[in-house]
């Protein structure tokens, strides 16, 4: 016990310092003394404490790991080192609660030298050319690994900010590695058994073994210890911050576990309480971490979230899923890249992501797709402002039916005069996405003013007070639809042309990831898409496109009218809806004939009896049949422009209310928000005089003034969804210039207002207004 003790003190203290010099200590045997205080049955409790660590240390350089295999045998004797593993606890046991800063520094090391302890010994082991057939159950080290876990989440968590980051670093370090060796040991087995080399019996004590391991690798997880910080060795001037692999786990580690650990009884192989508790602690880390932890665990979740696939149908998130949810959205919001397989099984289950997710995902998706597509040469289009689809179909070849549009596209406006040789000018600037996010918006309105589209609220046939002029229509606040198949014949021959065009619009936008200033109405939406909508669900999707006509129907249906006297004939009449089976679809009869719902249906009179089956034929005239083809066409061209892949993972993911937010934006333009998510440079800050008035001029502007500035800037009236954090490609700005004596002036592509130093707010005011009235959307200086 005296000679353990001295040689653990000498060693502890720094005497030989050198690896050559511990070994020489092995080699004489310096070990001994304590393995034999560690087998006496009268060894006081610090004699054992001391022989511990003195086994701890010298194991530290007995082997390395690039190069150890046969060296002292007997040092690794598996009778020796199991009697060290009988007693290490005591290291741990009775440390005290209350530690502090310094004390805790001093013993990070000496768990470190455990865990090397027992990686060695595998390595070791795995390693002996003499012991082929190596065969330990690790769950003989759990006990005391599951310990020295405890005891480094209990003291870390307090006094981890405290201590050099570097004993932190090096102690996961060791951990990770141990975690790696003991994997791959597993796996190995698994391997052997698929050659046939390993009984039923022994498979099963690996299963056992792996879902043990699994425990245990979850729990590391949970150390709150950084492993994605600046490791100054190895970070070059200018480099910026690089992981530090060694403190990070591969991937595919718990998934190789987790693989080979189900049981053919289904039954789960790690303990649901153990993921809750996981991710519990991810929702408190910093992004970086919750990244590498989640790709680490992904293979875990799937099945977690499975076992809730219940509630989950019923779109209801149990609470113990949602810090899962959290992480996970958190996680693919920043980049949907990391955990695309994680991905592809939570989207199952679309309540488990929020829309912030969804659009980032099909962001990311569409982002792939352009780079795909950026080799070719771009198309080009050179358009005036006051036509900018003239010669479109033609630039985009829409009359070869199965060309796809897959090289990126630009945009020239037309400058509306020409130079001394009779040239047309085009404007100044170059497309950097300014001046195609402004053709969408243009684009976009030139259809919905046309009499292909119509609004239902206005525009409706059963309106006795619509004006049914397109030309006095507008885009805020209104839902379009399709004209009825009948009257797109009658007012345009090209019309499937158009159509095919329209969808070529909404596919760059998604594209480009942008907005356009026209909300369809659902039951459109949902037929672009792809998705299936059922007869009974005709009736409540009528509510969102035609609110007035839904009242109407329903009213006739639940037949109260009855108790006020009425007839069904009077209700009819005073809708302004047809008595038989057979509807206007437009204020023109004379140029567009009535609509027959079922054969013979105009002689046929709408009674009590089969009110219902008139409804519904009605209905499904409307919104499904009656705009069948102008669907087919808008979505040959959506499928020119994105591929059907991504048009399929979009109906996938998303409802049609976010397909709707995703593609159309918000018509609502909150001021403090635009303010909040603005940036200045030049000199102005948020404080700057002329930035102050120019808030204070917008928050006094109307809707249509602030929509018209919006546009003014950025290219679009519309807001992101989501809000003006994201705004594409940069955050609003307003850039400081010097000279007083000219007008704002608009960069589309930077989403960025030179804004003069004005001397007074009314200067300032009179000023925006002219050159958001006079400019509109125009790129350049006026």
Request: charged fraction near 25%; charge should be negative; proline fraction near 4%.
């Amino acid at each position: 016990r005296a000679a353990a003790r001295v040689v653990e003190l000498l060693v502890s203290q720094g005497y030989a310092t050198s690896a050559f010099d511990r070994r020489k200590l092995v080699t004489a045997g310096a070990w001994r003394p304590a393995v034999a205080v560690l087998r006496s049955r009268w060894s006081a409790h610090k004699e054992r404490v001391s022989a511990v660590r003195l086994y701890s240390h010298l194991a530290e350089h007995t082997a390395f790991y690039d190069d150890f295999s046969g060296l002292h045998g007997d040092f690794w004797d598996r009778q020796v080192f199991a009697t060290w593993l009988h007693h290490a606890d005591v290291v741990h046991n009775d440390l005290p609660n209350d530690l502090d800063a310094d004390q805790w520094e001093l013993i990070c090391p000496e768990l470190e030298a455990m865990f090397r302890t027992v990686g060695c010994f595998m390595i070791y082991w795995i390693n002996e050319k003499s012991q082929p057939s190596f065969d330990f159950d690790i769950r003989q080290v759990m006990p005391l690994l599951h310990g020295l876990i405890a005891v480094i989440a209990r003291h870390d968590s307090r006094l981890g900010s405290e201590v050099s980051a570097k004993v932190r670093g090096d102690m996961l370090e060791e951990l990770v590695r141990l975690s790696g060796v003991l994997t791959q040991y597993i796996l190995n087995r698994y391997e052997d058994n698929e050659s046939g080399r390993t009984s039923r019996r022994r498979t099963e004590e690996a299963r056992q073994q792996a879902s043990t391991l699994l425990l245990f690798m979850v729990r590391v997880l949970m150390l709150e210890i950084p492993t994605c910080v600046q490791k100054a060795e190895a970070v070059a001037p200018g480099a910026g911050v690089l992981p530090v692999d060694e403190r990070q786990m591969d991937s595919e580690w718990i998934e190789g576990l987790h693989e080979h650990c189900q049981s053919d009884d289904d039954e789960g192989c790690i303990d649901p309480a153990a993921v809750i508790d996981l991710f519990s602690k991810l929702a408190k880390m910093p992004l970086e971490e919750q990244k590498y932890r989640l790709e680490c665990a992904s293979s875990l979740v799937p099945p977690f979230v499975a076992s809730y696939s219940e509630q989950l149908k019923q779109n209801i998130v149990p609470p113990e899923l949602q810090d899962v949810k959290l992480v996970i959205n958190a996680v693919l919001q920043d980049d949907s890249s990391v955990t695309s397989d994680l991905l592809e099984e939570i989207s199952f289950y679309p309540c488990m992501l929020d829309f912030a997710t969804k659009r980032a995902t099909i962001h990311g998706v569409c982002e792939r797709q352009k780079l795909q597509g950026s080799t070719g040469d771009p198309i080009r289009l050179v358009v005036p402002r006051d036509n900018v689809l003239d010669g479109v179909c033609s630039s985009l070849n829409l009359q070869d039916q199965t060309a796809r549009i897959e090289v990126p596209l630009e945009i020239e406006f037309r400058s509306g005069y020409a130079d001394d040789t009779g040239n047309e000018l085009v404007d100044e600037g170059e497309d950097q996405g300014g001046l195609r996010r402004q053709w969408l918006d243009r684009a976009s309105r030139y259809f919905i003013s046309s009499d292909l589209f119509y609004s239902p609220a206005v525009d409706a046939a059963h309106l006795e007070n619509s004006s049914g002029l397109a030309t006095k229509r507008k885009a805020r606040g209104v839902i379009y639809v399709p004209s009825p198949e009948s009257v797109c014949r009658c007012v345009q021959d090209d019309w499937e042309e158009q159509f095919e065009l329209f969808g070529c619009i909404l596919g760059f936008a998604i594209l480009y990831k942008e907005t356009i200033p026209v909300h369809f109405g659902h039951n459109f939406l949902r037929s672009v898409f792809g998705l299936k909508t059922d007869a009974q669900d005709l009736l409540p999707l009528l509510e969102s496109v035609d609110k007035t006509l839904h009242t109407k129907l329903k009213y006739i249906l639940d037949g109260s009218y009855g108790q006020l006297g009425d007839t069904l004939t009077d209700v009819l009449e005073q809708s302004n809806l047809p008595s038989v089976f057979a509807i206007s679809e437009t204020h023109c009869p004379e140029l567009v004939k009535s609509v027959v719902l079922k054969q013979g249906g105009d002689k046929i009179p709408v009674t009590e009896e089969n009110k219902k089956e008139f409804v519904m034929l009605f209905l499904e005239r409307l919104l499904v049949s009656g705009v069948a083809r102008q669907v087919e066409c808008f979505r040959k061209g959506l499928l020119r422009v994105v591929p059907d892949h991504i048009v399929q993972r979009i109906a996938e993911l998303m409802s049609v209310k976010e397909i709707e937010l995703m593609v159309c934006g918000s018509e609502e333009i909150d001021v403090a928000d635009w303010e909040k998510h603005t940036q200045y440079e030049n000199g102005y800050t948020p404080d700057s005089q002329p930035v102050q008035w120019f808030w204070d001029v917008v928050r006094r502007m109307s809707v249509e003034q602030r929509a018209a500035l919006l546009s003014f800037a950025t290219g679009s009236s519309q807001v992101p969804s989501g809000g003006f954090r994201f705004l594409q490609p940069e955050l609003f700005t307003i850039q400081r210039v010097a000279v007083m004596d000219r007008y704002p002036e608009a960069h589309t592509c930077a989403n960025t207002i030179d804004l003069p130093q004005y001397e007074s707010r009314e200067e300032l005011a009179r000023r925006l207004e002219f050159a958001i009235r006079e400019a509109g959307d125009a790129f350049g200086r006026r």
